[in-house]
């Protein structure tokens, strides 16, 4: 399997200030034709499913604030809240679909707000 | 509207066999790989493995092959997620999830079950 690497696992944020959170997998995530990473970032608010927030390394999902942003190549992505508010708070994952069908998560950030 | 609708809680003793459902709508179901996701209380998401409703294949991570079974019924829009017999370490959250684009993410899923053995 191939292993997600999340850090740190918990922060807390004042709102309004910037928040980033880091992923890292045990081998690069770029596909046979060097086309697309398939590396995606989901938000689990407190008693929802995931939601998803980032596609495919840096895509946001269909009404995702621009507040979110993504990035990273091969091994190493990066989840950034420019400002961060109140409703952001939850457990980032990121998660890897590369591999089919062993799918695997990272061990989840938990955003708390200060 | 796109969606999968899950029961909100199943309880059971050990020993007994389980089937539950994700009942998709508002999206052609049989296209598109339908995955399930168990979440154990107070723990991360761990990805089980999916189905094609389509033809029916169903694929699995090696830490659930052999200890569960993942099927779809294409006449009824449905995938399950099935156990012969629970134990007590089965006890979590299992949600459903879908994509309704090839290769696509996957972007909508059920509310979950709570499975409690």
Excluded: H
């Excluded at chain 1, 927030?53 to 190493?76: E, H, K, N």
């Excluded at chain 2, 609708?5 to 709508?25: D, F, R, Y």
């Excluded at chain 2, 134990?87 to 949600?95: G, H, L, P, Q, V």
């Amino acid at each position: 399997d191939i292993v997600m690497t999340q850090s740190p696992l918990s922060l807390s944020v004042t709102p309004g200030e910037p928040a980033s959170i880091s992923c890292r997998s045990s081998r690069s995530l770029l596909d046979r034709d060097g086309a697309n990473i398939y590396l995606d970032w989901y938000l689990q608010k407190p008693g929802q499913p995931p939601q998803l927030l980032i596609y495919t390394v840096s895509y946001r999902a269909s009404g995702v604030p621009d507040r979110f942003s993504a990035s990273g190549s091969g091994t190493d992505f990066t989840l950034k809240i420019s400002r961060v508010e109140a409703d952001d708070v939850g457990i980032y994952y990121c998660m890897q679909r590369l591999d089919f069908p062993s799918y695997t998560f990272g061990q989840g950030t938990k955003l708390e707000i200060k | 509207e796109v969606q999968l609708v899950q029961p909100g809680a199943e309880v059971k003793k050990p020993g007994e066999s389980l089937k539950i459902s994700c009942k998709g709508s508002g999206y052609r179901f049989t296209k598109f790989w339908v995955a399930w996701v168990r979440q154990m209380p107070g723990k991360g998401l761990e990805w089980m493995g999916l189905v094609f409703p389509g033809d029916s294949d169903s694929r699995y991570s090696p830490s659930f092959r052999g200890q569960v079974t993942i099927s779809a019924d294409k006449s009824t829009n449905t995938a399950y997620l099935q156990w012969r017999s629970l134990r007590a370490s089965d006890t979590a959250i299992y949600f459903c999830a879908t994509r309704n684009r090839t290769a696509g993410p996957f972007e909508i899923w059920g509310q979950g079950t709570m499975v409690t053995v």
